[in-house]
T-cell receptor, first 111, second 115 residues
Framework: SQQGEEDPQALSIQEGENATMNCSYKTSINNLQWYRQNSGRGLVHLIL?????REKHSGRLRVTLDTSKKSSSLLITASRAADTASYFC???????????FGTGTRLQVTL | NAGVTQTPKFQVLKTGQSMTLQCAQDMNHNSMYWYRQDPGMGLRLIYYSASEGTTDKGEVPNGYNVSRLNKREFSLRLESAAPSQTSVYFC??????????????FGPGTRLTVL
């Protein structure tokens, strides 16, 4: 079963706007990671946030984590057409470095 | 560095045929993984190998076998393919096996169709 559920399933915005996607999970975690998948490609790691962190930034990415609500959000600021992709959250529960992936958010950024 | 490589990129099988998907990484990672991705879904873990010489079942292991041939290579075998195994298969690896640094690196995928 999926540990993480992303919301929304699909998001369409214009270039320059911000994109926010959310992830909810079910069990306690050691860390939560976000990945991007371009169409037809493998996943690429974007950012990792540990369970004792509340917010993390990397370039135009901002991730928050609320362990009390078992949820995380990924904000992409000033989006570009090249940000068009699917975004997945993945949770690490500390079992042999396994990750459990959510169902993903498909982001479309139009010019 | 090639990262994680997978062969083949595409494969069509008939029901009942067998095949092996190959995966290799050149990052000296300890852990390797096999996932399947079905349309509109996230990745589901088939098998993983936390370190050379060990393999363990993931969420959906039925119908598959794996071999961790050495530290670099981790293969996935379908002994008798079924249409339900039509999917995109991804191999991944990660370094230390500790939660602090276990980001995974993915291969480009193998698109398998079983008729």
């Amino acid at each position: 079963s999926q540990q993480g559920e992303e919301d929304p399933q699909a998001l369409s915005i214009q270039e320059g706007e911000n994109a926010t996607m959310n992830c909810s999970y079910k069990t306690s975690i050691n860390n939560l990671q976000w990945y991007r998948q371009n169409s037809g490609r493998g996943l690429v790691h974007l950012i990792l946030i540990r369970s004792n962190e509340r917010e993390k930034h990397s370039g135009r990415l901002r991730v928050t984590l609320d362990t009390s609500k078992k949820s995380s959000s990924l904000l992409i600021t000033a989006s570009r057409a090249a940000d068009t992709a699917s975004y997945f959250c993945a949770t690490d529960t500390g079992t042999a470095s396994k990750l459990t992936f959510g169902t993903g958010t498909r982001l479309q950024v139009t010019l | 560095n090639a990262g994680v490589t997978q062969t083949p990129k595409f494969q069509v099988l008939k029901t009942g045929q067998s095949m092996t998907l190959q995966c290799a990484q050149d990052m000296n990672h300890n852990s390797m993984y096999w996932y399947r991705q079905d349309p509109g879904m996230g990745l589901r873990l088939i098998y993983y190998s936390a370190s050379e010489g060990t393999t363990d079942k993931g969420e959906v292991p039925n119908g598959y076998n794996v071999s961790r041939l050495n530290k670099r290579e981790f293969s996935l075998r379908l002994e008798s393919a079924a249409p339900s195994q039509t999917s995109v298969y991804f191999c991944a690896s990660s370094g230390s096996g500790t939660s602090a640094h276990n980001e995974q690196f993915f291969g480009p995928g193998t698109r398998l169709t079983v008729l």
